[in-house]
C-alpha cells in the first residue's frame, strides 16, 4: 500500500504527531481541524466563526491534494456543546457545501477539544481523475 503525505503550505501547519492529510488509493483523509489561526490561536466569534475557520482550512487542505470540498463523501465533527452549538455551526456549515449533494456525516458530542476549541472538523474526499489526454482530443 502507498500512501502520499498532504502538505498545505498556506493552510494551519498540522502538530508534530499527525499529517494535514494523507492519500491513498484515490481518497484524501483529512486530520481534524479546529477554528484557529495559524498561530494556533482559537479565533473570534464562536461555534460559527470556528466551524468558517476550520471548514475554510479543510478547503486550502483538500485543494493541496487534488480534491476539493465538493468532493467530500464523509465529515466528521465534533462539538463540546451540542445543545448550545450544533443549530449554529450547521449554519456556517452548509454554506461549504452543496445542498443538494451534502457528504455523509456524523456529529459526535465530545467533553474537551485542544486549544479549548469548541468544534472539530475531519473528513474523507475523493481525489477525481484528471482527463485523460484521449478525452481531450
Given at each position: ?5 498532504v ?64 468532493h ?32 455523509a ?30 478525452d481531450?482530443?
Amino acid at each position: 500500500m502507498t500512501k502520499e503525505i498532504v502538505i498545505a503550505p498556506d493552510a494551519v501547519p498540522p502538530l508534530q504527531v499527525f499529517s494535514q492529510a494523507v492519500i491513498s488509493k484515490g481518497h484524501v483523509y483529512v486530520s481534524g481541524n479546529i477554528g484557529c489561526t495559524t498561530d494556533f490561536m482559537i479565533v473570534e466569534g464562536g461555534v460559527q466563526g470556528q466551524t468558517y475557520a476550520a471548514l475554510s482550512n479543510i478547503s486550502k487542505v483538500l485543494e493541496a491534494a487534488g480534491s476539493g470540498l465538493q468532493h467530500v463523501v464523509k465529515a466528521n465533527v465534533y462539538l463540546t456543546n451540542m445543545s448550545r452549538d450544533f443549530t449554529d455551526m450547521n449554519g456556517v456549515y452548509k454554506e461549504f457545501f452543496d445542498t443538494s449533494a451534502m457528504p455523509a456525516r456524523t456529529c459526535i458530542g465530545v467533553a474537551s477539544l485542544p486549544l479549548g476549541a469548541c468544534v472539530e472538523i475531519e473528513c474523507m474526499a475523493e481525489i477525481p481523475e484528471s482527463p485523460s489526454e484521449s478525452d481531450l482530443a
